[in-house]
């Protein structure tokens, strides 16, 4: 259950349902919706690096979102691979103008982040 449902439930059974969050409540939805945003750009990553450790011989453990592509020493090829096991992960299609933007993995993250988030 997260938190909004959890303060629902609280004003709901204190009598209190309908009355305005406080200030506090709503500091503490802010701070979970951080904290979700940074586990799905940890998911992201994690899904990115597994679509690039075939085409390079970097170890995991090596990889970070600053991470710059051009020393994973990938050819266009594999590049392209990449990015169809990706589309192909997240039901998405992403824009070639986009790939050819991708500096590090940041940017790869960035660009999934971006375009899961349209409707």
Same mark, same amino acid.
């Given at each position: 259950? #997260?938190?909004?449902?959890?303060?629902?439930? /609280?004003?709901?059974?204190? $009598?209190? &349902? $309908?009355? @305005?969050?406080? #200030? =506090?409540?709503?500091?503490?939805? #802010?701070?979970? &919706? $951080?904290?979700?945003?940074? *586990? !799905? /750009?940890? *998911?992201?990553?994690?899904?990115?690096?597994? =679509?690039?450790? @075939?085409?390079? !011989?970097?170890? @995991? &453990?090596?990889?970070?979102?600053?991470?710059?592509?051009?020393?994973?020493?990938?050819?266009?090829?594999?590049? %392209?691979?990449?990015?169809?096991?990706?589309?192909?992960?997240? !039901?998405?299609?992403?824009? #070639?103008?986009?790939?050819? !933007? %991708?500096?590090?993995?940041? *940017?790869?993250?960035?660009?999934? &982040?971006?375009?899961?988030?349209? @409707?």
């Amino acid at each position: 259950m #997260d938190l909004s449902a959890l303060v629902a439930l /609280k004003a709901q059974l204190e $009598g209190e &349902e $309908g009355s @305005p969050t406080t #200030d =506090a409540e709503l500091a503490v939805l #802010d701070s979970s &919706e $951080g904290e979700v945003s940074e *586990d !799905k /750009k940890q *998911d992201l990553l994690t899904e990115v690096v597994t =679509a690039l450790l @075939p085409h390079t !011989k970097i170890a @995991p &453990e090596e990889f970070s979102l600053s991470t710059e592509i051009s020393t994973l020493r990938l050819n266009k090829l594999a590049i %392209w691979a990449v990015v169809a096991r990706l589309e192909s992960e997240f !039901k998405l299609s992403i824009p #070639d103008i986009e790939v050819e !933007k %991708w500096r590090n993995i940041a *940017d790869i993250v960035a660009t999934l &982040e971006s375009i899961s988030e349209k @409707p």
